[in-house]
């Protein structure tokens, strides 16, 4: 579950609060927040890594209809969609 945890960007700090339940499955009474915060910390990362790679997707979409139409070739469906281009949406913060 560590590794889990330091795969998932979790701090050194964090994982050290979060350890003697890790260790042991006794909790204490902060312990479901403790797990629920670092739950959603994840989650926010994850989140923000949806919105970084569909923005990706609608960049390599836009370069290989650039790239196309410069060259005068037409574009795989494949890498061909209908795009919108979108700011991004503030960062959820916990606290």
Not at 31 to 45: F, G
Request: glycine content about 4%; cysteine-free.
């Amino acid at each position: 579950m560590i590794q889990l945890l330091y795969a998932a960007g979790s701090t050194s700090k964090g994982i050290l609060h979060l350890r003697p339940f890790i260790d042991t499955l006794l909790a204490t009474t902060e312990m479901p927040q403790r797990l629920a915060d670092e739950r959603d910390r994840i989650q926010i990362r994850i989140d923000d890594m949806v919105r970084t790679r569909d923005r990706l997707d609608e960049l390599i979409a836009l370069a290989a209809d650039s790239a196309a139409s410069f060259a005068g070739v037409d574009v795989p469906r494949t890498v061909r969609r209908r795009v919108s281009v979108q700011a991004y949406p503030k960062r959820r913060h916990l606290r």
